[in-house]
């Protein structure tokens, strides 16, 4: 499964900004998708995540109420909606795919990784 993520880029606190994900390689709609994000410095940390259904969603507390997570499997793609952003979103936004998941927010549940897009949000 390859995936490419985009849709990152410099917003101010309070904006919004829409990353997705591509995937390609699998059939899509076998798989569960999660988004991961690492801040300089921190580890990486489960953002949310979604069933290969769409029927369930996982969110870390920290984005839950402001992040939501949606995919089309006609697409091949996930998305992740970012509202009300704060500067301590910034961070650098991965997109994982895994056939195995259980909790879904585990890193090592995810086999597949996408190269990352950068989200700053300024103060």
């Known amino acids: 499964v390859q995936l490419v993520e985009s849709g990152g880029g410099l917003v101010q606190a309070g904006g919004s900004l829409r990353l997705s994900c591509a995937a390609s390689?699998?059939?899509?709609?076998?798989?569960?998708m999660g988004w991961f994000r690492q801040a300089p410095g921190k580890e990486r940390e489960f953002v949310a995540a979604i069933s290969w259904s769409g029927g369930s969603t996982y969110y870390a507390d920290s984005v839950k109420g402001r992040f939501t997570i949606s995919r089309v499997n006609a697409k091949n793609t996930v998305y992740l909606q970012m509202n009300s952003l704060k500067p301590e979103d910034t961070a650098v936004y991965y997109c994982?795919?895994?056939?195995?998941?259980?909790?879904?927010?585990?890193?090592?549940?995810?086999?597949?990784w996408g190269q990352g897009t950068q989200v700053t949000v300024s103060s």
């Open positions: 390689g699998r059939t899509f709609s076998s798989i569960a």
């Open positions: 994982a795919a895994t056939l195995r998941a259980r909790t879904y927010s585990k890193g090592y549940e995810y086999d597949y």
